[in-house]
């Protein structure tokens, strides 16, 4: 019977190193492993340390910055508190003074639409006017300006009536009536006549009411 030849090539290794050994070899190599792991984490642990440092160090330099401009602006504020104040104070003036003047009548035009309609003899002496509210709505031709009396001193007898008519045809007009009709208290001889008369709010000057507008 023929032995069959094992096959093998190279030289044969025998690994005669103890058993001890070799697991000591391998618990080295683990600790190996854990320590560069370990040195691996703590590695990363400082990067993210400086950076956390980093990022806070380059926040509190910005809230710095940030600071000092609010500073500075707060500074320029308190600067401009004095103008401010200038303005607020002008601001209410004006409004008071367009409530206060919102009644300001322009007395020549009044004046003049009352002697347009006089004949030639006939002569104003007198008026006591009231001043009406302040203009409410956006036609000031409705709404009630002034109220009060005129007084007219003739040499002749005058037709009331004619004279009624002639003032309630005047422009800004809402009313007019006749009161009395008497002698003359300025000159003998002479005929004083009383009309009752009210005008609109057209006969307002505005001047005031435009300059608040046009601010």
Not at 78 to 85: H, K
Request: glycine residues 6%; aromatic residues 8%.
């Amino acid at each position: 019977m023929t032995a069959v030849p094992v096959p093998f090539s190279g030289v044969p290794r025998v690994n005669l190193m103890p058993r001890s050994e070799v697991a000591r070899r391998e618990r080295d190599s683990l600790i190996r492993t854990w320590v560069w792991i370990v040195l691996a984490a703590i590695v990363v642990a400082v990067l993210i340390i400086a950076g956390a440092f980093a990022f806070k160090f380059f926040a509190d330099q910005r809230l710095v910055a940030e600071q000092a401009r609010t500073n500075t602006l707060l500074t320029e504020i308190a600067a401009l508190s004095e103008v401010s104040e200038a303005l607020a104070t002008e601001s209410e003036l004006t409004e008071f003074r367009t409530d206060a003047m919102a009644t300001d009548l322009a007395w020549t035009p009044v004046m003049a639409k009352i002697t347009g309609i006089l004949p030639a003899d006939t002569t104003l002496t007198g008026v006591d006017f009231t001043v009406g509210g302040v203009p409410q709505g956006d036609d000031p031709t409705v709404e009630q300006g002034i109220v009060g009396t005129v007084t007219f001193d003739s040499p002749t007898p005058l037709d009331i009536v004619a004279l009624i008519r002639s003032l309630r045809g005047v422009e800004g007009v809402l009313y007019a009536d006749g009161q009395s009709v008497t002698s003359s208290q300025v000159s003998a001889d002479r005929f004083s006549y009383l009309l009752n008369v009210e005008f609109d709010q057209s006969v307002y000057s505005k001047q005031f009411a435009a300059e608040e507008g046009s601010e």
